[in-house]
C-alpha cells in the first residue's frame, strides 16, 4: 500500500509499578493498522485493551516501543505537539460521552475546531454538519442534560469527527447504551467505515466486534488472536444486511 | 486559539455555574464593601471631629482652672484641685478671676495675644418662656471678644457689646435649638421677647448662627450672655470656669502661651512645675483627638481586613472545590485538542472575570453605603482603601483561580479523565 499506516506500533510495552509489583498492561504488542480498517479490539478486563487505547489516542505514554500515528513518531512530540495531535488526527468517543456540562451540542461539537482555531462562521457550518450526520440536527441547542444517553453518545461521535481525524477511536462506545440505542451507533459506525474512515473500537462485547472487518483479541497485554472479517477496502460485514434493514 | 476565543470559552464558563459563580462574586463582593465602609466610617468620624475643632480656630488657647495631665482620654482629665476651684466654695479665693483676664490683655507682656475673654460656665441653667422651659446644655457669660475668638456670629438681631457688660445688661444670645425648644414660631420671633433664666428676665436680642450637632452632641443647644449679668443672677463671683485667648495666628500659639503661662505664674507665684491653671491650645486638643480618631480607623480597618480574609477564604474554597470539581472537564479538553496554555489561559480569565465582576459589585455598594449619613456625619471613603479591597480580592481569586487549574492542566490527560 503506497499510503503510511495510520497506527505502526512496534514492540510496544506499557509497565505500570503498583506496590511491589510490576504491571505488564502492554507486553510486547506489533501492530499495523491500514487507513479505511475498522478495527475491533477485544479482551477481558486487565487484557490491557484500555492501556492500548490511551496509547493509541495519544492520552497515556508507551514505556518503550515506538508508535507512529499517521506516520508521525508520537514518542518525539512535546505538550503542545501532542496536543495538536489529539486535535487533528485523533477523534475521541467515550463510554461515558465525557460531553461538557451545561453547553450545547453544537458548542460540544465546535470545540475540537475551536482549539484548532478555525474561524466562528466555518465551525459553526461544520459542527451542524456533523450533528445532522448523526441525526441530530433538531437538537443543536440541548445540552447533555437535556439528552438521552444515545443521543449523547452521537453528539460525542459527532465531536470525534467533525475535525476530519485519521483515526477514529471509540473506548467501550455502548458499554452504558441500551441495545437500541447500541444499534443506532453501530449502524453509525459503518457508516463512517464505508467513507473510508479508520476506526479502532475497543469492545467485549461480540455484537460490537461483529460489525468490525478485523478483530484482535487481547489477553495479558499480548495479541492473543487476529481475526479478519472483511477485507480493508470492503464494507464492514454487517453493513449490507443493517443496510437492507435500514 | 485567541484570546478573543479564550474570553468566550472563560465567560461561558462563568455563566454555566450561575450558582457558584455568585457565590464566588458574593465574598469578593462583601469583603471589598466591608473594607471600604468601615475605613470610610473611621475616616469620617476623624473628619467630622478634626472640623468641628477647626471651626474653633487653629489660633485660640484656653486657660482653665486646676492642673490637666495630658495622659487621660482627651488628654484632658482635671485633678481634684480643679474640682474644688469648679466648685466655687466662698472659703477660698478664686483661681482664676476677671482681672487675670485683664491682666491677659496687656499687649507689652502678651505681645502675640490679640483677644482675651474670661468664660463663667453655670451648669443646668433652665430657660423658660411662655409656659415653657428647657434645660440648657451649655451656658456661657462673657465679654463682646469671645464671639470674635470662638468664631461666633449671630444670624439674627446683634451680637452682645462692652457697653453691656458694663451696664451690665441681661441680655442673651440663644442658640437655635434653645429657640426651638422654647417656641414653635422661627427663632426671630424670639429676638427683643424676655425669657427666664433661672428666675431672671434676659432680653434675646440675638439669634447664633447654627453650628451642627458633633456626633451626640447638640452644638446649639447653648446661650452667650454678658459676664456681669450672668454672674450677678446665676453663677455669682466665683471661679472663672475658663479663659478664652486669641493668638494673633497659628504660628504664634505657641508664643502666645509660653505669655500667658509667665504672666499667670507671676500673678499667681506658681512655676511651671507646680501651677494651679492649665493651658491647653487648639492644636494640642485636635492632635489628642486625631490620635483617637486614628485608633478608631485602625480599629475599624483591622476589622474590615478580617472580613476581607474570611471573604477571600470563601473565594480560595470555591474556586479550589471547582477545579477539582473541574479536573475531568480539563482531562476532556486536553483529549479533545486543548493544550496546557490553552487550559491556564481559561481558568486564568474566568477568576479574573469573577473577582473582577464580584469586586467592582463590591466599590459600588461600598460607595452607595457610605452616602448614608451614620449618627450624624458624612462617611469619607478613603481612595486607597478602594485600591487595596479590589487588589487583594483580585490576587486571592486569581492565585487561588489559577493554582489548581495549572496543577490540573499539567495532569496527563488520562489521569485527568479518571479523576473522580
Same mark, same amino acid.
Not at chain 2, 184 to 192: A, F, R, V
Given at each position: 500500500m503506497s499510503c503510511p499506516a495510520v497506527i505502526e506500533l512496534t514492540d510496544l510495552h506499557k509497565i505500570y509499578q503498583q506496590g511491589d509489583s510490576e504491571v505488564r498492561a502492554v507486553d510486547g504488542v506489533s501492530l499495523r493498522v491500514d487507513p479505511g480498517d475498522y478495527v475491533a479490539i477485544m479482551g477481558a478486563s486487565g487484557s490491557g485493551k484500555s492501556t492500548m487505547m490511551n496509547i493509541l489516542g495519544c492520552l497515556d505514554e508507551p514505556t518503550s516501543g515506538t508508535f507512529l500515528l499517521d506516520g508521525v513518531n508520537v514518542g518525539d512530540l512535546d505538550d503542545r505537539a501532542l496536543a495538536r495531535i489529539r486535535n487533528r488526527n485523533v477523534g475521541f468517543v467515550f463510554q461515558h460521552f465525557n460531553l461538557i456540562a451545561r453547553t450545547s451540542a453544537l458548542e460540544n461539537v465546535e470545540l475540537p475546531l475551536a482549539y484548532a482555531g478555525v474561524p466562528r462562521a466555518e465551525r459553526r457550518q461544520r459542527a451542524i454538519a456533523a450533528l445532522t450526520q448523526v441525526g441530530l440536527a433538531a437538537r443543536l441547542d440541548h445540552t447533555s442534560a437535556q439528552l438521552s444517553g444515545g443521543q449523547q453518545q452521537r453528539v460525542s461521535i459527532a465531536r470525534a469527527i467533525v475535525g476530519e481525524p485519521v483515526l477514529l477511536l471509540a473506548d467501550e462506545p455502548t458499554g452504558a447504551l441500551d441495545s437500541h440505542s447500541t444499534a443506532e451507533v453501530l449502524d453509525l459506525f459503518d457508516g463512517l467505515a464505508v467513507e473510508g474512515r479508520t476506526l479502532v473500537v475497543i469492545t467485549h462485547e461480540d455484537e460490537v466486534a461483529a460489525h468490525a472487518k478485523r478483530v484482535l483479541r487481547m489477553r495479558d497485554g499480548r495479541i492473543e488472536s487476529d481475526t479478519r472479517q472483511a477485507a480493508v477496502t470492503d464494507p464492514p460485514p454487517c453493513w449490507n444486511r443493517l443496510g437492507a434493514a435500514g | 486559539m485567541n484570546l478573543v476565543e479564550s474570553f468566550r470559552f472563560a465567560w461561558r464558563g462563568v455563566t454555566a455555574n450561575k450558582a457558584r459563580s455568585a457565590l464566588t462574586m458574593l465574598g469578593v463582593l462583601i469583603g471589598v464593601a466591608a473594607v471600604i465602609v468601615l475605613v470610610a466610617v473611621g475616616n469620617g468620624a476623624s473628619r467630622s471631629v478634626t472640623s468641628t475643632l477647626a471651626s474653633l480656630g487653629t489660633n485660640t488657647l484656653t486657660v482653665t482652672p486646676g492642673v490637666t495631665k495630658s495622659s487621660g482620654l482627651l488628654g484632658l482629665h482635671r485633678t481634684a484641685a480643679g474640682e474644688d476651684a469648679n466648685t466655687g466654695t466662698q472659703t477660698r479665693a478664686a483661681v482664676l478671676t476677671s482681672e487675670d483676664a485683664h491682666a491677659l490683655a496687656d499687649p507689652r507682656l502678651a505681645?502675640?495675644?490679640?483677644a482675651v475673654a474670661p468664660v463663667v460656665s453655670p451648669a443646668g441653667v433652665v430657660a423658660s418662656y411662655a409656659g415653657a422651659s428647657h434645660e440648657v446644655a451649655s451656658t456661657i457669660g462673657t465679654t463682646s471678644e469671645y464671639l470674635t475668638i470662638s468664631n461666633d456670629q449671630v444670624s439674627a438681631g446683634r451680637a452682645i457689646t462692652a457697653s453691656d457688660e458694663q451696664s451690665h445688661a441681661r441680655v442673651v444670645l440663644v442658640g437655635t435649638s434653645v429657640a426651638a425648644a422654647l417656641s414653635? %414660631?422661627?427663632? %426671630?420671633?424670639?429676638?427683643?421677647q424676655d425669657i427666664q433664666l433661672d428666675g431672671t428676665p434676659f432680653t434675646v436680642v440675638g439669634i447664633l448662627v447654627e453650628k451642627g450637632s458633633a456626633g451626640a452632641r447638640d452644638s446649639d443647644d447653648r446661650m452667650i450672655a454678658p459676664l456681669s449679668a450672668v454672674q450677678d443672677r446665676i453663677s455669682g463671683y466665683g471661679d472663672l470656669s475658663s479663659i478664652a485667648v486669641q493668638a494673633s495666628s497659628a504660628d504664634t500659639v505657641v508664643d502666645a502661651q509660653t505669655q500667658v503661662e509667665t504672666i499667670l505664674d507671676q500673678r499667681h507665684r506658681t512655676t511651671p512645675q507646680a501651677r494651679d491653671f492649665t493651658v491647653v491650645t487648639s492644636a494640642s486638643m485636635l492632635s489628642a483627638a486625631s490620635s483617637i480618631t486614628g485608633t478608631l480607623t485602625i480599629m475599624l480597618g483591622a476589622i474590615a481586613a478580617i472580613s476581607l480574609l474570611v471573604g477571600g477564604i470563601g473565594v480560595m474554597n470555591i474556586m479550589l472545590v471547582t477545579v477539582t470539581e473541574r479536573t475531568r472537564e480539563i482531562g476532556v479538553r486536553k483529549a479533545i485538542g486543548a493544550d496546557r496554555t490553552e487550559i491556564i489561559v481559561q481558568f486564568l480569565i474566568e477568576a479574573t472575570l469573577l473577582s473582577v465582576i464580584g469586586g467592582v459589585a463590591g466599590i459600588t455598594l461600598g460607595a452607595l453605603l457610605c452616602q448614608v449619613r451614620i449618627a450624624g456625619f458624612q462617611l469619607v471613603i478613603d481612595p486607597w482603601s478602594v485600591l487595596i479591597a479590589f487588589g487583594f480580592a483580585l490576587a486571592v481569586g486569581l492565585f487561588f483561580g489559577i493554582y489548581p487549574a495549572t496543577r490540573a492542566a499539567a495532569l496527563r490527560p488520562i489521569d485527568a479523565l479518571r479523576h473522580e
Open positions: - | 505681645a502675640d495675644v490679640t414653635t %414660631e422661627p427663632p %426671630e420671633t424670639l429676638i427683643g
